[in-house]
């Protein structure tokens, strides 16, 4: 299968020691890269996310299975009890971020009521049948993804940068001779994942590591380009990249455990290839859906946008079940990013007062830094008053019935 990136291997993209001068030495003479764009007729993103969930399935990750989580929340400092319904992938990220540490203990579940937990938490509809259905839920998706818009012109793309990125990347430039080559051979991405991506995965993420299966990786390897960062002749690290329509999509990532990763070169270089391509966007890959989460906090000094995945899976579901202080506290610091009505939104619970104007103003600047369209901070109060300070809004909850009720039906 060969595609506008297929026709460039061996193609390298100099680094130069400006940014400037790293788009002008990458010339793809002869080449119309719009007339030879790859459309694959009748498959959606939406189906292709699908089929790689599906060639990931492992087992041990995909199993459905119950579980108790005991543990301590962080920030009442409380004991919090949590059922988990799905699969373990999920259990994990639900988890340290309901807990909001990495510090719990599973357990078997046992025939205990259910009016005992904090929070049920569950990655299908089916599994939480008959648990209180009229109350709210946290809908959170799966993965988002990252999407970085280019200009019709290189000058508009780099202005369209912010200046504290711009004057990091040229501080990079100037340190050695960084420059990326597009392979297209499968030997040598296969080579690249034995010996750089599943080495990489597990000593960042241990056993939290996604880690993909061999044919699963060769089948996304088939349909892209490898391309790797090298400082002279040292190889450095590498992403699968593909061209799909009007956008690079940058997959998979690892860079050689044993040296620091230059991350924000090759991210530049795939934002030099997209502008010769005659992207529209540069794809920066999936992240998890949290304002805690690494890679969506690194990937936001790009600037992107938030889109959905495309994947079909269903939400992940995070119900509450009492107001306990453990539940109380886990919703004041919740950043869980929730689809609504094509919005992304992070709903926050304020304990005790109003929000005063610095407190907005750090949600706003938060919601600006990560491309939330909004964050919803409840509070108590006996009015329907609410202020709107940038992309934040709080508003005043009459909690003397229901807290939890009246916080899930912010909207």
Not at 181 to 197: G, Q
Not at 198 to 225: M, N
Request: with cysteine.
């Amino acid at each position: 299968m060969r595609d506008t990136l297929a026709t460039l291997h061996g193609l390298e993209l100099d680094g130069g020691h400006d940014l400037e001068h790293a788009y002008g030495r990458c010339n793809f003479v002869g080449l119309t890269p719009q007339a030879r764009t790859l459309v694959v007729p009748g498959i959606t993103s939406a189906v292709r996310d699908f089929l790689v969930d599906v060639g990931n399935a492992d087992v041990s990750n995909l199993r459905l299975q119950s579980r108790v989580i005991r543990g301590t929340e962080r920030e009442s400092g409380t004991p919090m009890n949590v059922l988990f319904k799905g699969r373990s992938r999920t259990l994990g990220f639900a988890a340290r971020h309901v807990f909001g540490t990495g510090d719990f203990d599973l357990f078997e579940p046992r025939r205990v009521a259910r009016e005992d937990y904090d929070v049920l938490v569950t990655d299908r509809p089916v599994l939480d049948r008959g648990v209180g259905i009229s109350r709210s839920i946290l809908a959170v998706p799966h993965w988002l993804r990252q999407r970085v818009e280019l200009h019709d012109n290189w000058p508009a793309t780099l202005a369209g940068l912010s200046a504290h990125l711009r004057k990091e990347l040229r501080r990079l430039l100037r340190q050695r001779n960084y420059h990326a080559r597009i392979v297209c051979d499968m030997p040598a991405k296969l080579d690249f994942y034995e010996r750089c991506l599943l080495p990489f995965l597990e000593s960042r993420f241990g056993s939290g590591a996604v880690v993909p299966k061999r044919r699963t990786y060769q089948r996304e390897a088939d349909s892209s380009v490898l391309f790797k960062l090298y400082a002279g002749s040292e190889f450095l690290g590498a992403s699968l990249l593909k061209h799909d329509f009007n956008t690079l999509f940058v997959g998979r990532t690892a860079f050689c455990s044993e040296r620091a990763a230059p991350s924000e070169v090759l991210d530049f270089l795939c934002l030099v290839l997209a502008q010769r391509l005659s992207c529209r966007y540069l794809d920066l890959g999936l992240t998890r859906p949290h304002v805690e989460d690494g890679a969506l906090a690194y990937k936001s000094k790009w600037g992107p946008h938030l889109v959905s995945s495309g994947s079909l899976k269903s939400s992940i579901r995070i119900r509450p079940l009492r107001a306990s202080a453990a539940t109380l506290g886990f919703l004041s610091r919740n950043g869980f990013i929730e689809r609504q009505a094509r919005r992304f939104v992070v709903r926050r619970l304020r304990i005790g007062s109003e929000p005063d104007a610095n407190t907005l103003s750090e949600f706003a600047a938060l919601a600006e830094r990560v491309s939330l369209d909004r964050i919803i901070v409840g509070f108590s109060g006996d009015s329907s008053r609410a202020v709107t300070h940038g992309r934040v809004t709080s508003r005043a909850l009459n909690v003397a019935d229901d807290p939890i009720r009246a916080f899930l039906g912010l909207r």
